[in-house]
Every structure is written in structure tokens, then in C-alpha cells.
């Protein structure tokens, strides 16, 4: 695909596609990561002299309407802060936006226009329209075909791949297509169901494959092991046995139990065969991590999605703690992707000790399931016009 570092912008209205998808409370910001990921690509294109405007969706509102409480404004306040300069919010700009070389502005939620998830042709020829140079950086929602994610691309006069969008691509591809051996991958999280998918993709990929969280449980059900009143997914139980003959899973040997899922419950450490019946696993135990630890000074590649525990609440968050600081202290290119995993990251203070920080949820899980991301397919059409 085209770059939008290898274009000339100078004039030219450059309509820029941004993951700002970020959680608001109360009309403020609360996690600015994927802002702050942005800022190398909408100063480039300011510096470049070009006529900005930025377009991304906030959460899921009702399709077409406007409703205030996904509104954009918490965004180009806070995206105002970290630029220093205002960047002013426009209401109504499906036909003509008014900005002048070297300015930005955010154009309001996407998802407020009829069309936006179904990837009408309509709308997406009116968002082309309004640009010279189309430029997909929305990593995190470049899983979607949708009018501003993809349409818009086929139809503007010129669609390129941010530097964002770039730099995601050529990490992921690091890790996952070219990886240096031994590729150890974690898998965390609270259902076997909804990572099926990556962890049947990984199985093929990695040397070692650590599972955490709810996950961890079916696989300790498989191999014989009590989970008390775990969450465990029973009927999962045959494709966990398959997945452990495709590559080695290295279970838990210790883990921490509560009798209730409290901020409060009290933790006790037990081996994986003395779980009682009204035991709940809510993290590994210490030997384990260090099993874990131990195997990423080994690892020269690490994939790292989802906690091993429930690392909200301090005492059954040691797992998840060791697990991060062995990541940030190990030589291999790391790289980490998904809302709990980034929350784990900043909760252990590791971020400046990860090679790579995906801004990507979805998006990220779809790249390591091998999928093809719509909106960069649609640019590598785009490149062969
Ligand atoms: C995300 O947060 O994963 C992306 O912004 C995509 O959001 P969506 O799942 O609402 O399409």
C-alpha cells in the first residue's frame, strides 16, 4: 500500500481516519493511549502543510442518531491539550469542511451517519469527497468494513496507510509472520469461547503456548484437574484436548482461590489438586509464575494477550505482575495488544519496556487469528490502481 509519509500534503485536504475510540467519564478522557498513538501522524501531516481533518467513531451509538454521551468534544479537548493547539469540533461536515494548510479539525462521531457500519456507497462517497488524500490510521478499527474505515477508501482520489497503521502492521508482522525462535505466546482472559479462534491460530505458530484467566480453567479441566466453582467452559473441554496436542501448554502447578469474587474475598494458594468443590481459581501461584517468568528470559518473541488472573483486585494480581515484569525484563521483541492486557501494562508501570504496544482490541486479535484486515486489503487494491 501507498504511505502517507511518501506523499506531498503541502494544501492538500487530507482526510485522516483515527481510533479515538477512548473511554469517557464524565466529559473527560480517562485512558488517552490511543490519542497519544495518533499525535506522530496528525503532526506529520500539519508539519506537511496539509488541510487536516480527522475522523473516528466513540462507541457503539444507536446507528444514525446523534447522542451526546458518545460525542467527540471530551476528545478534541483532550486531543487540543496534548497538541497545543485547538482543535475544533464540527458538528455537520458530511458536505464541506472548512480548513485551512497547516489546521486541524475533528470531524463528530462517524457513527452518528446512517450507513457507517454497513459500508453504504452513499456516505462513503460523501466523506471522499471532502478530501484529496484519504489516510487510513485507525489500526484498532481497520477489523471493520465500514464507510470511513474502507469505502471512503476506494472511492477518494488518493488512500494511503498512516504511519500508525504502518507501524502496527510492520510489528504484528515481527511477531507473528517472521518471529526469532523460541515465539512464546500468552493467552489470557475469561473465556475459552471468544479466543478460540487465536488460540487455534497460535497452536501452529508458537513454540509455547501459556493460557491464563478462565481460559487457564478448561485446559486444568482437560487434563483431569479440579476447578471447584470456576469458571470453566465444560463443553469446551474436547477442543482444549485438541489444542494440547497441537502444542505444548504448560498448565499450572499452583494457584490462588477464593470463596467468592470480592474486592474483599480472601486469597488462599493451593496446589491445582487440592481445588475444593467451592474453590474459585482466581489467579496462578507463585511457582507457576515463576514457571512463566522462566520462560520468557527464554523466549526471543513474546505475544502477550490477556491477564492470568484477576489483576483488578491486588491479591490475586501477583500472576499477572510477574508475568508483565518478566515480559519487560526479557530481550525478546515483546509486544502486547488488547483493552485488559494494555490496563495490566499500566497498572505495573512496564509500557516503556515492551517493544511494542498494540492500540489494537479486536483488530489486534483478528491479525493473530491470520485474518485479513478490510481496511488494508481495501489500500492494497487501492495501490495497484
Ligand atoms: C475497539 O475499541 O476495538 C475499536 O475501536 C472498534 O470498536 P467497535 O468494536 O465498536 O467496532
Given at each position: 500500500f501507498k504511505r502517507m509519509t511518501d506523499l506531498d500534503l503541502q494544501g492538500k485536504r487530507v482526510l485522516i481516519r483515527e481510533d479515538l475510540n477512548v473511554p469517557v467519564k464524565d466529559g473527560k478522557v480517562t485512558s488517552d493511549a490511543r490519542i497519544r498513538a495518533s499525535l506522530p501522524t496528525i503532526e506529520q501531516a500539519l508539519n506537511a502543510g496539509a488541510r487536516v481533518m480527522l475522523l473516528s467513531h466513540l462507541g457503539r451509538p444507536t446507528e444514525g442518531e446523534y447522542e451526546e454521551q458518545y460525542s467527540l468534544k471530551p476528545v478534541a479537548e483532550h486531543l487540543g491539550e496534548l497538541l497545543g493547539r485547538p482543535v475544533p469540533l464540527v458538528k455537520d461536515w458530511l458536505d464541506g469542511v472548512d480548513v485551512e494548510a497547516g489546521q486541524v479539525v475533528l470531524c463528530e462521531n462517524v457513527r452518528f451517519n446512517k450507513g457507517e457500519k454497513k459500508d453504504d456507497e452513499e456516505l462513503a462517497r460523501k466523506m471522499a469527497a471532502l478530501c484529496d488524500v484519504y489516510v487510513m490510521d485507525a489500526f484498532g478499527t481497520a477489523h471493520r468494513a465500514q464507510a470511513s474505515t474502507h469505502g471512503v477508501a476506494r472511492f477518494a482520489p488518493v488512500a494511503c496507510a498512516g504511519p500508525l497503521l504502518a507501524n502496527e502492521l510492520d510489528a504484528l508482522s515481527k511477531a507473528l509472520l517472521e518471529p526469532a525462535k523460541p515465539l512464546v505466546a500468552i493467552v489470557g482472559g475469561s473465556k475459552v469461547s471468544t479466543k478460540l479462534e487465536v488460540l487455534d491460530a497460535l497452536a501452529d505458530k508458537v513454540d509455547q503456548l501459556i493460557v491464563g484467566g478462565g481460559i487457564a480453567n478448561t485446559f486444568l479441566a482437560a487434563a483431569g484437574h479440579p476447578v471447584g466453582k470456576s469458571l470453566c467452559e465444560h463443553d469446551l473441554i474436547p477442543a482444549a484436548r485438541k489444542l494440547a496436542e497441537k502444542v505444548h501448554i504448560p498448565l499450572p502447578v499452583d494457584v490462588v482461590v477464593a470463596?467468592?469474587?470480592?474486592?474483599?474475598a480472601e486469597a488462599t494458594t493451593k496446589t491445582v489438586d487440592e481445588v475444593a468443590e467451592d474453590d474459585m481459581i482466581l489467579d496462578v501461584g507463585p511457582q507457576t509464575a515463576h514457571v512463566f517468568a522462566a520462560l520468557m528470559k527464554e523466549a526471543r518473541t513474546i505475544v502477550w494477550n490477556g491477564p492470568v488472573g484477576v489483576f483488578e483486585f491486588d491479591q490475586f494480581g501477583e500472576g499477572t505482575k510477574e508475568l508483565a515484569e518478566a515480559i519487560a525484563d526479557s530481550e525478546a521483541f515483546s509486544i502486547a495488544g488488547g483493552g485488559d492486557t494494555l490496563a495490566a501494562v499500566d497498572k505495573y508501570g512496564i509500557a516503556d519496556r515492551i517493544s511494542y504496544i498494540s492500540t489494537g482490541g479486536g483488530a489486534f486479535l483478528e491479525f493473530v487469528e491470520g485474518k485479513t484486515l478490510p481496511a488494508v486489503a481495501v489500500l492494497e487494491e487501492r495501490a495497484r490502481d
Open positions: 470463596k467468592e469474587f470480592a474486592e474483599t
